[in-house]
């Protein structure tokens, strides 16, 4: 008589756990990027461009936050 099994490997609290902090490292990095880039934008703008945006110098680190973390 001959026997058959089907073996099916259960998902690994381990894997899934470091799938989980992978996506999350990447989306940390990639709000990190935002923040950079808008910040490093903005503070190369003079007064003047500043100013009409409505913006004034100490609010650019401010609106770099607000453009990565606060969507």
Same mark, same amino acid.
Do not use: C
């Given at each position: 008589?001959?026997?058959?099994s /089907? $073996?099916?490997?259960?998902? =690994?609290? +381990?894997?899934? #756990?470091?799938?989980? +902090?992978? $996506? /999350? ?15 490093r !934008?903005l503070?190369? #703008? =003079?007064d003047?461009?500043?100013? /009409?945006?409505g #913006?004034?110098?100490t609010?650019?680190r401010?609106?770099?936050?607000q453009?990565a973390? !606060?969507?």
């Amino acid at each position: 008589m001959a026997y058959a099994s /089907d $073996v099916t490997r259960a998902p =690994s609290a +381990l894997g899934s #756990l470091l799938s989980t +902090l992978t $996506v /999350d490292i990447r989306a940390r990095l990639a709000r990190r990027k935002v923040f950079n880039t808008t910040y490093r !934008e903005l503070a190369s #703008l =003079s007064d003047r461009e500043l100013s /009409d945006l409505g #913006l004034n110098r100490t609010m650019v680190r401010r609106v770099a936050y607000q453009a990565a973390y !606060e969507m």
